[in-house]
Each structure stands twice: as structure tokens, then as C-alpha cells.
């Protein structure tokens, strides 16, 4: 089956960037998404970007998208200690409505 | 997402045992799913519905078994409990009506935090 891999965790100091990055090997993802998991709840979607696109703005949010690569990245500008969570990449393909999740990225925010 | 509702939120069972997980969602959406969350493995689906007579197996069926009692109801049930069934699960829904990228936003509940013993 298709696979999606992250790093497992990512210590910054506050103020800082913070990059996660994501690879995955469904050449026919279609759409990827961000999702961010707080402690003690559910995922929410954070942001996501199109397959036809390679980089996408959201306030402190960047998504990079290198698709010969099939890589993803999402960086957060000046990174605050509420940014401290999991953050999961997905990736839908071309058939069906199935989401591929990563193994969560868990950032660690120092103040 | 507080339009999607899991019950109980925790919960400690012995080996053997039945046990079910309940879901319900207020969002109107005909799509629902379980996940398992294992630290470091990511989600990993169980099982899906796309409408009330619609079940299909996910990657990790084996185990498990789901109902879809109305549009707005999925429960997962352990038949007999297992301690590496011990693992944070998910429901999730979504919405086929709605074009693009909307039409794969998958909303999650809170989780169920299960320890089998």
C-alpha cells in the first residue's frame, strides 16, 4: 500500500521556525494535508495543498510541495508555545476518498 | 470537533471481554470512519461507511467489528478484547456532497483512550 513517512519529533525555541517535513509514495496524491493533534483531542485540519501547486501561505503557515520528490513540508513562522502538538501529514490519491495518514511529528516548543 | 462525539472518552477492560465504542455526529455528513492511533505508527483505518447500508474493511479489520445503526451513528466493537487492541481510537466523518477539496476534510472526535488488561 501507499506510505507516508515523518520524522518523529522536533524541539525548537520559541520564536523560531519550525519545519516538518513529510515524503510520501503515492505518485497520484491529489490533494495533502496538514492535520495538528493537541493533547487529549482529535485532529484538525491545519492547512492543505492541491497537487498542481508547490507552495501555499496561510498567515504563519508555509506548505512546500515537491512532487518529483514527493516531498511536503510545513513550516510555522515564529513558533509560539501553543504551536506544541502532533502534527500528521495525509495524502489523498486518485482513487476513492481514503486518507493515508504519516506517523505524527510531535513538536516540542521551548520557551 | 465537538460535532462529533465518541463514548466513552476512556475506558479499561480485561482480556476476553466484548466492548463497544460508540460514535455520533451532528454534521449531517454520510461518511464515517475508525481509526486506531499508536504512537508513531500514525492513524491506521479500521473501518469505513460511505451510507447507513455501506461497510467496508480498512487496513486492520481483524478483530473488529462496526455497525452502522443510523446516518448519524457508527459504533466499533472489540469482540473478545486483546492488550495490543490497547491503543487510542478515532471516528471520523466526512461529507461526498461537497465538491473538491471540502469533499475529503475528515473531522475527527476527541478519541477513546482503550487499555486492555
Known amino acids: 500500500g501507499e506510505d507516508v513517512e515523518q520524522s518523529l519529533f522536533l524541539s525548537v525555541r520559541e520564536g523560531d521556525s519550525s519545519v516538518i517535513n513529510c515524503t510520501y509514495t503515492d505518485s497520484s496524491s491529489t490533494y495533502l494535508y496538514w492535520y495538528k493533534q493537541e493533547p487529549g483531542a482529535g485532529l484538525q485540519l491545519l492547512t492543505y495543498?492541491?497537487?498542481?501547486?508547490d507552495m501555499k501561505q496561510d498567515q504563519r503557515l508555509t506548505v512546500l510541495l515537491n512532487k518529483k520528490d514527493k516531498h511536503l513540508s510545513l513550516r510555522i513562522a515564529d513558533t509560539q508555545t501553543g504551536d506544541s502538538a502532533i502534527y500528521f501529514c495525509?495524502?489523498?490519491?486518485?482513487?476513492?476518498?481514503?486518507?493515508?495518514f504519516g506517523g505524527g511529528t510531535r513538536l516540542m516548543v521551548k520557551p | 470537533d465537538a460535532d462529533v462525539t465518541q463514548t466513552p472518552r476512556n475506558r479499561i477492560t480485561k482480556t476476553g471481554k466484548r466492548i463497544m465504542l460508540e460514535c455520533s455526529q451532528t454534521?449531517?455528513?454520510?461518511?464515517m470512519y475508525w481509526y486506531r492511533q499508536d504512537p508513531g505508527l500514525g492513524l491506521r483505518l479500521i473501518y469505513y461507511s460511505f451510507d447507513v447500508k455501506d461497510i467496508n474493511k480498512g487496513e486492520i479489520s481483524d478483530g473488529y467489528s462496526v455497525s452502522r445503526q443510523a446516518q448519524a451513528k457508527f459504533s466499533l466493537s472489540l469482540e473478545s478484547a486483546i492488550p495490543n487492541q490497547t491503543a487510542l481510537y478515532f471516528c471520523?466523518?466526512?461529507?461526498?456532497?461537497?465538491?473538491?477539496?471540502?469533499?475529503?476534510?475528515?473531522?475527527f472526535g476527541a478519541g477513546t483512550r482503550l487499555s486492555v488488561l
Open positions: 454534521k449531517g455528513h454520510d461518511r
Open positions: 471520523a466523518t466526512s461529507d461526498s456532497s461537497s465538491a473538491g477539496l471540502a469533499k475529503n476534510i475528515q473531522y
Open positions: 495525509a495524502e489523498r490519491g486518485n482513487a476513492g476518498n481514503m486518507l493515508t
Open positions: 495543498i492541491f497537487s498542481n501547486m
